[in-house]
Every structure is written in C-alpha cells, then in structure tokens.
C-alpha cells in the first residue's frame, strides 16, 4: 500500500475487519501489516514449535574414574562414555584424587591421556586436562562424523515410523 499515515492504516484495518499488526517497528518508517490478529498468533506459535522440533538438546554427562583404576573397570566406564558419545552428548571427565594420591597427579595426567586416546576416534578434547582441587578435569564432544552417523539413525528411526503411521492408515 506504501506509506501511510497511522490513523489511515487504523481506519482501513477496521474497515476490512483486521488488526494492524506491527512486523517490523523499529524500521523507518515502521512497517505494519493487515492480519487476523488471532490467525497471525497461531502461525507464529506454529512457525516456533517446527523450530523447536529440529533443534538437538545438548546433555553434558559425567564420568568419574578413580586413579587406582583396574584395566577392566577403565573399559568398562569408557563403554559407557562412548554411548554417551554416540548418543551426541558431551561429557564432562574427572578423575578423583583421595588422600595421599595428590601426591602422583602425574599419574592422573597418563590416564587421562589414556582415557583420550581410547576415544579419539568417536569424540575430541575441548578442554585439556586441568587439575581443579582434588579433581583432574577435561571435556569431550562427539566428533562431526560421529554426529553425522547419530542424524542418520534418528532420520532413518523417524522414516520407519511413518511408513508405520502410514501403512496403519491404509488399513
């Protein structure tokens, strides 16, 4: 309609039976539209929930080792930390000193660097490992491949549920 005074714009939206609805106020001049105030709402709420949908939710999980850690008990907590990997988690890793073991923090750094290498291929550092009180602390986030693999499992469980939906509806 181009530009129009204020009191117009009210004059014509009532006129049509709409609400002036301002789209952009802060522009020069400001730009408005004539909606059904009701119906722009709903779509804006629609328009927020698809966006909801498609975003990932980001859990930060934890994993805490010991430094008198046996062989089989540091596999068995890095099986654990490579499904919250493969899940698309990031982790938060600690390795608990008690006692007289502040004394080996070295140690602490070796297994650390242990516990990296055994995940490198599924996730990546984001923090090098620093000593934090009596906790040795680092981070992990799945690596861009891993998450990769992760959306085309969600993507391929999602299409298995709609042919399901849709085989239902043939019935």
């Known amino acids: 309609m ?4 204020s009191r117009e714009a009210l004059e014509l939206a009532a006129e049509r039976g709409y609400d002036l609805v301002a789209i952009s106020p802060n522009a020069k001049p400001p730009v408005c539209k004539l909606v059904d105030l009701g119906k722009f709402i709903y779509q804006k ?3 927020l929930k698809e966006a909801k949908k498609k975003q990932t939710k980001v859990e930060v999980k934890q994993m805490r080792y010991r430094l008198k850690i046996d062989k089989h008990d540091l596999d068995t907590k890095n099986r654990k930390v490579r499904k919250f990997l493969e899940n698309g988690n990031r982790l938060k890793l600690e390795i ?25 291929d599924i996730g990546y550092l984001v923090h090098e490992p620093k000593l934090a009180g009596r906790n040795l602390i680092f981070y992990m986030e799945p690596s861009k491949e891993t998450l990769k693999k992760m959306k085309e499992r969600r993507d391929k469980d999602g ?9 239902s509806e043939k019935v």
Do not use: C, P
């Not at 299409?159 to 085989?167: A, L, R, Y």
């Open 2 to 5: 181009g530009i129009v005074s």
């Open 45 to 47: 709420n629609k328009q």
């Open 96 to 120: 608990w000193f008690r006692g007289r073991e502040m004394a080996y923090t070295d140690k602490g750094f070796v297994l650390a660097h242990k516990i990296i290498d055994a995940l490198s």
């Open 159 to 167: 299409k298995k549920d709609e042919d399901n939906e849709i085989g």
